[in-house]
């Protein structure tokens, strides 16, 4: 027998005897343990840096661990071409957030980690092209992945796909209990506390297709309201306001960074995280990041004994819908990214939570008031800049609502001879449950800008975009309950950079 093995074993034996009398051995204590159960990630590429992550696990950590790490240019880990540690404290779920620097633009890298007598798995990463340089960009939206709703067969088929980048929009955990007859059980009920959040975090992250597409390609990653409570808003939830609301966010938001690829710059402070960024594909893409969450307004015609949530309403029975000063983002993000349109790049790609375009479900108005229908001010500002500033290439990337939605956006969605101003592509749920698709064909012709609404699809979107065309893929899991379902493509969209709107391809 290998001696490591006969040690691992041996110190599994004695397991008790060891944590009373052996304290003045931690290495040894710590190599019966895995320290890398939740896998690695990479995040936020830019052309010079991308930020490594991981997260120790297992009893008896120490306050703080030294974590070793380094980046080679293959896969063999023959060319090394940076190292560096971290150290990793248990204020912060000892998580890792590496960001080597002085790396090349538009190239593969590997990394792992290394610490308590254990090597991590190799994960696969890529830096973002020259500011410059002429690129191509092979990404993939994913958002909303409800452990007990299904099985995770997408992660495992796109992790074998060639992307070089994932953008997930939001919903990575849901905070629910699960219900006695769920396909798989949340560990817990209700989070309410740090630890709580940080144990689902762990069982979301434990899951090997999940791992395998972290591990496959760099993420940019932003949050919806699952990743803190339904149908928060700023700082109200259905049941809670104030502080208390915001001691919730705090807890909610630091377990977010913590089990993410998110650089340190995004740490939060208590319950504030600032989220929007952006992130420069070359000459070709500029993605803005953006947060519908933390910066909103209150929810419109929030119900009696409610201190906030949304609700479906006749739009006439709700005046606060048409209130033209109302935001989803906030005036603060709104303006950051009216200043932040690049008409230099064919395509600027808002990476955002949830639908923008209209969705009414009665031919005198209803509206979800969660979503943008709830902020119809905010959404008609950003398309008003898109117009105005001639923006052609403008594509709107969403989650939340479990379904696939394509969209063309418009100043008047009622007016059928209003021009298309962008294009959108709303993903549906890896796999959340999605509405009934009977709601959604009843839907269709009363909101004629949709191209497609597919709410009974589990799965993703994977799009090719380059300087002559964005092609967009609906990859839809077959059996959705089934982690070895096949997953296949159901449908294609084009969209020319120079012609907003969605074309089938
Ligand atoms: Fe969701
Ligand atoms: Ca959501």
Redesign the pocket.
Known sequence: MHSDSRRQVLLSGVAAWIGAACSHLPEARAADVPRYELGVASGDPRPDSVVLWTRLTGVDLPPAVTVQWELASDEAFRQIVVRGSENAEAAWAHSVHAEPAGLEPARWYWYRFRALGQQSPVGRTRTAPAADAEARLKTAIA??QRYDHGEWAAWQHMATQDLDLVMFL??YIYEYGSPPDALRAHMGGHLRTLEQYRQRYAQYKREPALQAAHAAFPWLVIA???EVE??YGADRSPTLSGPEMLALRSAAFQAWWEHQPLPKALRPQGPDLRMHRRLDWGRLARIHALDDRQYRDPHACVAPRRVGGAATLMNADCAALADPKRSLLGLAQERWLAEGWDPQRRWNLLAQ??LMARYTTHPEGRSWT?GWDGYAASRQRLLGQVAERRLPGVVVLG???HANFVADLKLDFDDSKAAVVASEFCGTSISSHGRSQASVDAALPLNPHLHLGRSDQRGYIAFDIDDRQCLATLMTVERPRDAASPVRETARFIVDPARPGPQRG
Request: glycine share 14%; with cysteine.
């Open positions: 958002s909303c939001g919903d919806d309201d699952h339904n149908d939570q949830t969660d989650g939340d609502v």
